[in-house]
């Protein structure tokens, strides 16, 4: 299976770690939502680019801001 990701604005905290939440879909079109709590780049890619990549933040949307953190696995 194959998600595609993008970073929104919403801070949660996950078992008492903070986690960005992103939301996407998979390739078959399915919706999803992710809470990121870490994130790495192998040391032989451009980290500078990452991290501008990184800042590039959209709203959450409805669904990500009602989801009940209860029901996150």
Known sequence: MK??????SQLSTINGV????????T???I???AWVSRIAVREDQDQSQF???LA???PPSADA?????????
């Open 51 to 53: 991290l501008k990549e």
């Open 65 to 73: 801001q009602s989801f009940p953190l209860r029901m996150i696995l």
């Open 31 to 33: 919706a999803v939502i």
């Open 18 to 25: 903070p986690a960005r939440v992103w939301e996407g879909q």
């Open 56 to 58: 590039e933040q959209r």
């Open 27 to 29: 390739d078959s079109g």
């Open 3 to 8: 998600i595609t990701l993008e970073s929104t």
